[in-house]
């Protein structure tokens, strides 16, 4: 439901509507409300230190540590990006381009499987045994449980949603011109 939306917002009905710079303001108020939305919720996860540690326990310590602060600046610059797109800072709607650009770009590492099986084993939602028996062979013998994996493909759409909408509304000549 939340997809047509943001195409209303994104690919204009009509060129020739009396009211361009409403349309505009209401497409960046409903996609920057969703972007703080998903910034909130991903810096409360990544404070949670204990979780966090589980989910990525896999890689090394120092690699654990670079990730997490890593992590949180880009929170922190997503947050500061914000405000500059809220003030109509052409300067700051560039940034948050290539926020987009370089989240799209990097979602294999943002969502890894193993992290994913971390947090069902961690939280329980998937007890380990079944974790083991529905695990199916794909690619040359890698083994995943589709449950997990559908998890994770549904992880991946999310950003690609959002962040790919985010993207194409803020390239729009018009939007570019109200910041200019």
């Given at each position: 439901?939340v997809?047509?939306?943001?195409?209303?917002?994104?690919?204009?009905?009509?060129?020739?509507?009396?009211?361009?710079?409403?349309r505009?303001?209401?497409?960046?108020t409903?996609?920057?409300?969703?972007?703080?939305?998903?910034?909130?919720?991903?810096?409360?996860?990544?404070?949670?230190?204990?979780?966090?540690?589980?989910?990525?326990?896999?890689?090394?310590?120092?690699?654990?540590?670079?990730?997490?602060?890593?992590?949180?600046?880009?929170?922190?610059?997503?947050?500061?990006?914000?405000?500059?797109?809220?003030?109509y800072?052409?300067?700051?709607?560039?940034?948050?381009?290539w926020?987009?650009?370089?989240t799209?770009?990097?979602?294999f590492?943002?969502?890894?499987?193993?992290?994913?099986?971390?947090?069902?084993?961690?939280?329980?939602?998937?007890?380990?045994?079944?974790?083991?028996?529905?695990?199916?062979?794909?690619?040359?013998?890698?083994?995943?449980?589709?449950?997990?994996?559908?998890?994770?493909?549904?992880a991946?759409?999310?950003?690609?949603?959002l962040?790919?909408?985010?993207?194409?509304?803020?390239?729009?000549?018009?939007?570019?011109?109200?910041?200019?």
């Amino acid at each position: 439901a939340v997809i047509p939306i943001f195409t209303l917002f994104v690919f204009p009905i009509n060129t020739c509507q009396p009211k361009p710079r409403l349309r505009i303001a209401l497409g960046t108020t409903l996609l920057l409300g969703v972007f703080l939305l998903r910034i909130l919720y991903e810096a409360a996860f990544i404070l949670d230190l204990n979780h966090y540690a589980i989910m990525f326990r896999y890689l090394p310590d120092y690699i654990l540590i670079i990730r997490f602060l890593f992590s949180l600046l880009l929170r922190i610059v997503m947050l500061v990006t914000f405000i500059g797109v809220i003030h109509y800072s052409n300067t700051f709607r560039k940034v948050l381009i290539w926020i987009c650009v370089f989240t799209l770009l990097t979602l294999f590492w943002k969502h890894p499987y193993q992290a994913f099986e971390n947090i069902n084993f961690y939280t329980g939602s998937i007890p380990f045994p079944l974790l083991l028996d529905k695990s199916q062979s794909i690619l040359g013998g890698i083994q995943v449980n589709p449950e997990i994996f559908n998890r994770m493909i549904q992880a991946y759409l999310q950003d690609i949603f959002l962040y790919g909408a985010i993207l194409i509304f803020f390239s729009n000549r018009h939007v570019k011109a109200m910041y200019q």
